[in-house]
């Protein structure tokens, strides 16, 4: 088992480069499957375990698909007959791995997927995304730990009011109606940058979707989609994070590629905390001096704050002067990294689906473990300014979704290394001796 290994105290500088979106290159890829004429060429794909995930759910499924690490390109030809079943070992690995179900459905008339289960930060039902495909004339069925879905011909356009602004049932429903007879209307849609990255690759496939990024999608259903060129939007979540690594430390970063417009709560959030942040070439230059001001903040779907930032903020609250609350509404279970936090002298208590942060607190170095993805990048950020060494352990969280996360804080003059646990025995023993 791999740790990073954190000695804070740097003040990071310099500058850093945002790679394409993990949440964006996971529905585009699955909505590749809709191409039945040419091969598409997706580019800017980062280097990430989910991608390789998602890349053997396709190939399970008859597509012919390469992907070059050092180009970040992904080519995929979908033309032959498809299968139809993504199976237990990839949607277990993978929960995104469901958005294979609405194009499957459309190009198919039938999938058979896995049933997603819950996680460590909530149950996470998919009974929206369901509910879509019924209303578009599927006939549903569960059984054996699979969930099936079924058409005579094709699915008809049809008007769906989610209940939640779904980010993944969105992205199903969009996939499933654009091959579709006649028109969807999608009300009460999420509004995510990478719900319109998914908009307009399908828009380039041939399809015809009009109004992603409100609440109120339209797609009119072709009869064939075809191979295209598209190129992956910037990661929000990766940029945040750098600016969170950047402001923790009081330093001067300047963040390639970040896209501001998709960034406005979290940007709006870090000002009001007294950090600095411009527009500057191709991204943002994010500045802070401390101390920094406590603020409340609360997750909400897009443009409200991302849940996907709350861990690596809650970080950032944790040296920031005076009493923070941060309340989670998107996901029921997302604070499980409060804990470990804690384990490093955070004084955090959790109360609801609330985070009360009585801060500065005079962060200590700890052996702590990753519960999640973004929980990973929050305990490294945390170890950044701790006094003495963070080992984070469960680094498999870490690399879904986080491209060189160390090589590049160490970059920019962290004092970071990954290493395996007998090099971390090794070390103690040396140290001890
Ligand atoms: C691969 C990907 O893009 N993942 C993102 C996506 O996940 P994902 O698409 O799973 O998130 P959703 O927006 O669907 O989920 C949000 C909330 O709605 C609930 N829900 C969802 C669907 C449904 O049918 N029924 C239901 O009750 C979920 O349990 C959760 O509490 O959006 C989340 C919310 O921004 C992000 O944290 C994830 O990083
Ligand atoms: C929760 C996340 O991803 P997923 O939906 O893939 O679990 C995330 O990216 O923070």
Redesign the pocket.
């Known amino acids: 088992m791999e740790k990073i290994v954190v000695k804070g105290g740097k003040v990071l500088s310099g500058k850093v480069k945002v790679e394409g979106a993990?949440?964006?290159v996971?529905?585009v890829l699955a909505a590749s499957l809709l191409a039945s004429e040419g091969k598409n060429i997706i580019k800017n794909v980062p280097n990430l375990a989910?991608v390789y995930t998602i890349d053997e759910v396709l190939k399970s499924l008859n597509v012919q698909l390469s992907f070059s690490s050092e180009e970040n390109i992904v080519e995929i030809d979908a033309s032959a007959q498809l299968s139809s079943e993504a199976q237990f070992e990839f949607v277990r690995k993978?929960?995104?791995s469901i958005?294979v179900m609405g194009p499957l459905l459309a190009r198919n008339g039938y999938a058979r997927v896995a049933m997603p289960g819950g996680c460590a930060?909530?149950?996470?039902?998919?009974?929206?995304?369901?509910?879509g495909f019924e209303l578009m004339g599927a006939e549903i069925s569960t059984g054996h730990g699979y969930v099936e879905a079924r058409t005579e011909g094709r699915l008809k356009g049809a008007k769906i009011y989610?209940?939640?602004?779904?980010?993944?049932?969105?992205?199903n429903i969009l996939t499933a109606a654009a091959l579709a007879d006649g028109t969807t209307i999608i009300e009460n849609a999420?509004k995510?940058p990478?719900i319109v990255d998914l908009a307009n690759f399908i828009n380039e496939m041939g399809g015809k979707v009009v109004g992603a990024g409100t609440d109120t999608i339209r797609i009119e259903g072709v009869e064939t989609l075809y191979g295209t060129i598209h190129s992956i939007i910037p990661d929000r979540?990766e940029a945040g994070t750098f600016m969170v690594a950047a402001a923790i430390t009081g330093g001067d970063v300047h963040i390639e590629n970040a896209v501001p417009e998709h960034m406005t709560a979290l940007i709006s959030k870090m000002v009001e905390m007294g950090v600095e942040i411009e527009e500057e070439g191709e991204g943002l230059r994010v500045r802070a001096t401390h101390p920094l001001k406590a603020v409340d903040v609360k997750t909400m779907?897009?443009p409200g704050f991302?849940?996907?930032m709350q861990s690596q903020l809650m970080s950032l609250m944790l040296v920031a002067e005076g009493a923070s609350v941060i309340t989670e509404t998107?996901?029921?279970n997302r604070f499980m990294h409060v804990e470990e936090f804690r384990r490093m002298n955070a004084n955090a208590k959790i109360d609801g689906r609330s985070v009360m942060i009585d801060g500065p607190c005079k962060l200590q170095g700890a052996e702590v473990a990753a519960t999640d993805?973004?929980a990973a990048a929050a305990l490294i950020l945390a170890g950044l300014v701790a006094e003495g060494i963070t080992r984070v352990s469960e680094l498999k969280h870490l690399d879904r979704?986080y491209v060189n996360f160390h090589t590049k804080l160490a970059a920019l003059g962290a004092d970071i290394e990954r290493i395996s646990t007998e090099e971390v025995f090794a070390k103690e023993l040396q140290v001890n001796s």
Request: hydrophobic share 35%; net charge negative; no cysteine.
């Open positions: 993990k949440n964006a996971l529905p989910d993978m929960r995104a958005l930060i909530g149950s996470r039902p998919i009974d929206q995304h369901l509910k989610l209940d939640f602004p779904s980010v993944g049932a969105t992205e999420a995510e990478e979540i779907p897009h991302p849940t996907d998107v996901f029921e993805l973004r979704g």
